[in-house]
């Protein structure tokens, strides 16, 4: 089993050459260079430019690059995505999404530009529409053509466009989180909670890296360094669970478990379907070379 950690994942705004320059020596497993919210639109084909370049120095280890380019219906989106066809980062980050087509012609316009098959699509969640076409859009993953690989949930436009209250434990965005995990599992892509807004609220942001952990996101997108270190530890395995699983796994693995469903360890009964969880909870810790944080 090969599983890329996306456990944190941090905005950067492209127009920061400074903040491109960074990346390179944070200890986050994603970094989205952004060419939308964060860029004003007098930047737009600077920051466009700046991004292009960082991509072709490199430098950036096994962080995964992500560039989240600017909508389709605006002037720089076709030229956004024909740039990233060519700097071909990990994968391009796709805001307003809000039908299959979406995703669709996203893909095809790569696959015309010459983009490599590595080059995947993530969709930002950040519409009603999106939340009530979830599915849909979710199942084009089963085409391979259609490039799409994760979802990024986009609680603060949700909020905007439902006229929702991001209150303490998001009691508003928990139905739209948990369509969009659900559709997420489904299909075979992975899924990563909004952002946390309130940079002096520690504990906040721990409590909603844990509630989204919870509910099955893979990783949170965050809009500042010092908010890493509480995603890495809520998203990663921990060292007791990195040994339950081991345990687990070991279990299954004796002579007369190997074909039953299911037996008693440490006083718990335990299925297959733990395995399964071991399995991916162990592939996880090997990618992060068997750290817990």
């Given amino acids: 089993m090969t599983i890329r950690p996306r456990r944190s994942a941090l905005y950067m705004p492209g127009s920061n050459a400074r903040a491109l320059e960074k990346a390179r020596t944070l200890p986050?497993?994603?970094v989205i260079f952004d060419l939308e919210d964060a860029?004003?639109?007098s930047a737009k084909?600077?920051?466009r430019a700046q991004v292009v370049a960082a991509l072709q120095a490199g430098g950036y280890g096994s962080r995964e690059i992500v560039v989240r380019v600017n909508a389709s219906n605006t002037e720089w989106g076709h030229d956004d995505l024909m740039a990233m066809a060519e700097a071909r980062p990990d994968a391009v980050l796709l805001p307003k999404v809000g039908t299959p087509g979406d995703i669709m012609r996203a893909a095809k316009d790569l696959r015309d530009a010459g983009a490599p098959e590595s080059l995947r699509i993530w969709a930002m969640m950040?519409?009603?529409i999106a939340i009530l076409n979830a599915d849909s859009i979710v199942r084009t993953a089963a085409d391979p053509t259609s490039r799409l690989s994760a979802l990024v949930m986009g609680t603060n436009d949700l909020a905007k466009d439902t006229l929702g209250r991001l209150t303490k434990g998001r009691?508003?965005?928990l139905p739209y989180l948990a369509i969009c995990v659900a559709a997420a599992r489904a299909y075979g892509v992975d899924i990563l909670d909004g952002?946390?807004?309130?940079?002096?609220d520690g504990s906040g942001l721990r409590a909603e890296c844990e509630q989204g952990r919870d509910l099955g996101m893979d990783g949170k997108t965050l809009i500042h360094p010092s908010q890493i270190q509480s995603?890495?530890?809520a998203f990663g395995p921990s060292s007791e669970e990195i040994a339950w699983s081991r345990k687990v796994i070991a279990a299954f693995a004796q002579p007369g478990a190997q074909n039953a469903g299911v037996i008693a360890l440490d006083g718990k009964m335990i299925e297959r379907l733990h395995e399964q969880v071991a399995q991916r909870t162990i592939a996880i810790a090997d990618a992060?070379?068997?750290k817990g944080v």
Avoid: K
Avoid at 195 to 200: I, K, N, Q, W
């Fill in 28 to 30: 986050v497993d994603v």
């Fill in 39 to 41: 860029v004003a639109p």
């Fill in 45 to 47: 084909a600077v920051a």
């Fill in 126 to 128: 950040e519409t009603p």
């Fill in 171 to 173: 009691a508003t965005m």
């Fill in 195 to 200: 952002v946390f807004g309130d940079l002096e």
């Fill in 231 to 233: 995603a890495n530890e």
């Fill in 288 to 290: 992060l070379g068997h």
